[in-house]
C-alpha cells in the first residue's frame, strides 16, 4: 500500500506499515492508542469500534468513533457480516483503525479485513481497556482510557 503523507502522524502510520509487512502481519500494522488519537483527530484516520454494543455502552468509547461489531453476545458470538458492515461504514481504502477490549479481537477483525480487500486497516495496541494486570483487572497498565485519551460513556 502507499499513501500521500502529509503529517509526521502519517508518516509514522507508513512506517508501522513497513514493520507488519517485515514481521508477516497478516494486516497493515499495530498502531498504539496516541498515534490512533493524533491520527482520528487530524482526520487522517477512522475508528472503528469492534465491540459488543453492551462494551461501548456500559465502559465507554471513543466519541466519534464508528461502531461494528466484531462478535455478539456474551458468549461473543462472531458477526458473520463483519467485513460487509465494515465496507459500508468506512469503504475499503480508509484508514481504519479497529479498537476492541485489549486488541486480541480487533487484530483478528483486521485481519478479517486486511483479507476482504481493505487497503489500510490496522489494529489499536492495548485496546480500549488494556490487558489484565496482576489482580486480573483491566485499567492499570495500559489500555485507551490508562492513557487518559479522549472517551465517553453512556
Request: glycine share 8%; charged share 25%.
Amino acid at each position: 500500500m502507499s499513501f500521500e503523507v502529509t503529517t509526521p502522524a502519517l508518516e509514522a502510520l507508513q512506517d508501522i506499515e513497513h514493520q507488519a509487512a517485515d514481521k508477516g502481519l497478516p494486516y497493515h500494522g499495530q498502531v498504539p492508542p496516541s498515534l490512533a488519537w493524533q491520527l482520528f483527530e487530524d482526520g487522517d484516520a477512522l475508528i472503528v469500534d469492534v465491540r459488543t454494543a453492551e462494551e461501548r455502552k456500559f465502559v465507554g468509547h471513543v466519541p466519534g468513533s464508528l461502531h461494528v461489531a466484531w462478535a455478539t453476545g456474551t458468549a461473543l458470538t462472531r458477526n458473520p457480516r463483519f467485513a460487509r458492515e465494515l465496507e459500508a461504514k468506512t469503504g475499503k481504502d480508509a484508514v481504519v483503525l479497529l479498537l476492541c477490549r485489549s486488541g486480541k479481537r480487533s487484530a483478528l477483525a483486521a485481519e478479517i479485513a486486511a483479507k476482504a480487500g481493505f487497503t489500510r486497516v490496522f489494529n489499536v495496541l492495548e485496546g480500549f481497556e488494556g490487558e489484565l494486570d496482576s489482580q486480573q483487572q483491566r485499567g492499570h497498565a495500559d489500555g485507551w482510557r490508562f492513557r487518559r485519551l479522549p472517551w465517553v460513556q453512556d
